[in-house]
């Protein structure tokens, strides 16, 4: 388990769960256009360790999920009621992900817990539409071990060899086995 597998079960968690249905995107270095929204874009900014003591590699590791959800709304034809749609998109989009993310099995299976979770909603109405953004910060704990660092280096069995001892006096007895390919 690592800062990347755990960003994909969250992408995968998050396809066609929410008002952006399929528009789940990571890594997130993506300009979006008014024809996209709703729109989550999934990186995992944070990644700490905390060792679990000394003489192995073994670590309770917190990554951070941040999901940037994005969407615009324009006022109605009779009220200047643009940034409350935003606002309330994004409200309905922040529930929709939390739930989406933390319900689900294929990602909590493979973590110990879900430590925090922060929020912010951001609405600007510089443009011709209200562009919203919500900003949700996911921090997942999960446990790292040696088998997570190091590859396991096997090596091909060449062959067995048995010796068997007898007491002084006994015959020696005429064994050969042969456990080569």
Do not use: C, W
Not at 2 to 16: D, H, K, P, S
Not at 51 to 64: D, E, K, L, Y
């Amino acid at each position: 388990m690592n800062a990347a597998t755990v960003r994909q079960l969250v992408v995968e968690a998050l396809q066609g769960a929410t008002d952006a249905a399929d528009r789940v995107y990571s890594p997130r270095d993506l300009p979006t256009t008014r024809d996209m929204y709703p729109i989550l874009l999934v990186q995992t900014p944070f990644d700490l360790k905390h060792s679990q003591g000394r003489n192995t590699p073994a670590f309770t590791t917190v990554t951070t999920v941040r999901i940037t959800g994005r969407v615009q709304e324009y006022d109605g034809e009779t009220e200047d009621d643009g940034a409350m749609e935003a606002e309330l998109a994004l409200e309905a989009l922040r529930e929709q992900v939390e739930r989406a993310v933390i319900n689900s099995y294929d990602l909590t299976r493979h973590i110990q817990q879900f430590s925090q979770v922060r929020s912010t909603i951001d609405i600007d109405a510089s443009g011709e539409g209200h562009l919203a953004q919500l900003l949700l910060e996911i921090d997942i704990e999960y446990y790292q071990g040696p088998e997570d660092f190091y590859p396991v280096e096997t090596h091909t069995l060449q062959g067995v060899d048995i010796t068997i001892k007898m007491p002084t006096g006994t015959n020696q007895p005429i064994v050969n086995i042969d456990l080569t390919e």
